[in-house]
Each structure stands twice: as C-alpha cells, then as structure tokens.
C-alpha cells in the first residue's frame, strides 16, 4: 500500500524539526576533487571500504520549509569502523569545522551540529562531512594474531534538522 504524502509549509518563526527521511541525501565532491566511495549516490546505498576516506555529503531541505534558518542538526551514525577515528565535520564544503570525533565505533554514535556550522540552510541545503582513517598501528611491526576485517562501513546516517521556517529576504520585483 503506498500512501500519498501531502507537504504543507510549516508556520513562519516556529520551531521545528525535519527527520532525516525527508532530508534528501547525496554524496558531492570532496576538497580533493572526488566522490565518496562509501555512499553509493544512483544505488542509494553504503558501500564497505577498506581504505581511509573523506565524504561530504549534501542534504536538501524540502522546499515548503525554505527559506530555513536551522539552530542545529542531530547526527545517529550507524558505523562499524573498529581501529579507526570517524570525524564529523559541518558547515560548507571548502570551510568545514569538526564537532565530534569518534575511536573505533561499533554501532550506533550520536552528536549535534551547532547552528552555527549549519548557516548553509537558508539556501535549502547542508553539508556534513565524514573522515574516516586508516586502521590504527596498521603499520606496526608487531605480527598480528588470527584474523582481521579492515573493512568498514556505514549502515546508516540519519539527520535531524531543528530550526524554523522563516520569511524571505527577497524584496524586489521580478525582472
């Protein structure tokens, strides 16, 4: 059964919350020029990886919401990347700031982007950035015992955006 979903545009100045479904996700390139290579954009899908990686990620805010003003963005990261540091970074590709780090998780981590991070969301858009390293002492000389996955990956990454729907700056006529 598939049930319609009817967008009705939020009141103007009052709080709210966008849940990360309807945030509409895509992988962009990163500042070296490449796309990510955990996040599959015509699959739709995380990808395992064994190499170190940076991701940025841009996320659309639904149009009857804009222009948004957002005080901060709620991150649920679903990752197994055992021996690595994960860290998250906001604000705009090329000007990113990091707001949390992780050492090895294993499931589930959360954290918050100040609002500050998130001053991209009055164009209908934010941007989240992802690194992960390479896996710790993977050049050490010690011999390792039994066997290793070096593979990490994503199984999910959730956005939840806080913020309100504000009025637009725009006040001149159509040319």
Known sequence: ??????????????????PGPFLAMRA?????????????????????????SDSIFEFQIPVCCRPFEA???DVRLNIRAGSRMVTLYGGEPGNMQKF???ESPLGVVTAQIPGEMLKSSRTGKI??????SAVANADSSEPMEGEQDDAYK????LITLNGKRVA??????AP
Not at 1 to 18: E, N
Not at 32 to 48: A, D, H, M, P, Q
Not at 127 to 132: D, E, K, L, R
């Open 168 to 173: 637009s700056s725009y006040s001149g006529s």
């Open 28 to 52: 962009i390139d990163n500042t070296r020029g490449g796309l990510s290579g955990i996040f599959s954009n015509t699959k739709r899908e995380w990808v395992g990886l064994e190499a170190a």
């Open 100 to 102: 949390a780090e992780f």
């Open 127 to 132: 941007y989240f950035q992802m690194s992960v």
């Open 71 to 73: 005080t901060s963005a």
């Open 154 to 157: 994503v199984e999910q990454c």
């Open 1 to 18: 059964m598939i049930q319609p979903i009817r967008w009705i545009p939020p009141q103007l100045d009052v709080p709210i919350s966008i």
